[in-house]
C-alpha cells in the first residue's frame, strides 16, 4: 500500500505543476511578446526560406501573449488576409524554431501545432503558444486552404435543365 500512496502523491504533485503552468497571462500587466507570422496559400514555406537569416516576404508582425490560442492568431490573420475569409477555410499551423541537430542548409524545424477552420469548432482552436512549446523568437507558419467550389461550378459541362 505504501507504493500505491507514492504514486497518488506523484499525481497530485503533477496535477499541480500543470495548474503552474496552465496560469492565464494578466494581459494587463505582461507585456506582448512579437509574433512573426509567414502565410502561404495551400502549403508550408520550405524551411530554405528561412535559412541563413532570409524569411518569407509574406511577413505578418502580432503582438500577442503566450496564452493566445490558434484560433485567435486565425482571427487576427482572416483580418488582413482577404482570401481567408471564407467559411471553411483551413489553417494549418506550424512552428519554426532553431535547432542545432538540424545543421542543413537552415537550421531549422518545423514542429506542426494544429489545425484551425474557419467557421468550425475543432480540437486544436483553444491550444495556446505555451501549449505548443512555442518559444520567444520562433517563427509561425501557417499554410492557408480555401475551400473547394460545390457544386457544378468547376465542371465545364454543367447543363442548365
Not at 482577404?82 to 542543413?104: C, K, L, M, V, W
Not at 518545423?110 to 505555451?130: A, F, S, V
Not at 457544386?151 to 442548365?160: D, E, S, T, V, W
Amino acid at each position: 500500500m505504501a507504493a500505491n500512496s507514492t504514486v497518488e502523491s506523484a499525481v497530485a504533485i503533477r496535477n499541480e505543476e500543470n495548474r503552474e503552468q496552465e496560469k492565464p497571462v494578466d494581459r494587463e500587466k505582461t507585456c506582448p511578446l512579437l509574433l512573426r507570422v509567414f502565410c502561404a496559400m495551400g502549403r508550408h514555406h520550405g524551411l530554405g526560406d528561412y535559412a541563413r537569416g532570409n524569411v518569407p516576404t509574406s511577413e505578418l508582425q502580432i503582438y500577442t501573449w503566450t496564452d493566445a490560442t490558434l484560433l485567435e492568431i486565425m482571427g487576427l490573420v482572416r483580418e488582413v488576409n482577404y482570401e481567408a475569409r471564407r467559411r471553411g477555410t483551413h489553417f494549418s499551423f506550424a512552428q519554426i524554431y532553431p535547432d542545432s541537430r538540424n545543421p542543413g542548409n537552415s537550421g531549422y524545424s518545423r514542429r506542426d501545432m494544429g489545425r484551425t477552420i474557419c467557421g468550425e469548432r475543432g480540437p486544436d482552436d483553444l491550444k495556446t503558444l505555451k501549449q505548443c512549446r512555442f518559444s520567444i523568437g520562433d517563427y509561425i507558419d501557417i499554410a492557408i486552404t480555401t475551400p473547394m467550389r460545390v457544386g457544378n461550378q468547376g465542371n465545364r459541362r454543367f447543363r442548365p435543365y
